[in-house]
């Protein structure tokens, strides 16, 4: 029989958590197995959502790095010319839908970083506040998305769970 993957996931996940780590005595080692199942969730929708995330951080990724590109022309800047390239390809076409897509996108982005605070200064004042804060923003989304793996649910549950003996 063949169950779809979230069921086995679950299912380890509910042994781990119900039987595993009430039997760890350690405080810090039920910290690290409630960070360890927190990481296979993580990855567990990943795996399953993975062309999903994809078009999302590419999504985010291109809408900045185009704003960017438009301001730094407006102002008079030019980007490097493979970087003009890039966002004149970003205009015309979609960027892609898998992983090397999104690993050429995400270097894109880091050097469209540096181009926002090379021209930062040349910017009308508030379009650079708020590129500042969209690049922020991205970023923020795309770490704590990264790191979902240490919810303070799973640290919390970490300090619930019982070691053994200690009742």
Known sequence: MFAPIETYLERIFATLENVVAPEVESDYARVQLFAAIGLLQSLGKKVEYRQELIQERMRMYSG????????????????????????????????????????????????????????????????????????????????SGDLSFLASDNIDKAQKARAKGSE
């Not at 407006?74 to 015309?92: H, I, N, Q, V």
């Not at 892609?96 to 605070?117: N, Q, V, Y």
């Not at 910017?123 to 795309?142: F, G, N």
């Open 64 to 143: 900045v790095m185009l704003k960017v590109f438009q301001a730094v022309e407006k102002s008079g800047g030019e980007p490097s010319g493979e970087l003009r390239d890039y966002f004149r390809e970003l205009e015309t076409r979609d960027p892609g839908r898998d992983p090397a897509d999104l690993a050429r996108l995400e270097e894109k982005f880091s050097r469209t970083i540096d181009l926002f605070f090379t021209h930062r200064g040349k910017l009308d004042p508030e379009v650079a506040r708020e590129l500042d804060r969209e690049i922020r923003e991205v970023l923020t989304q795309v770490c």
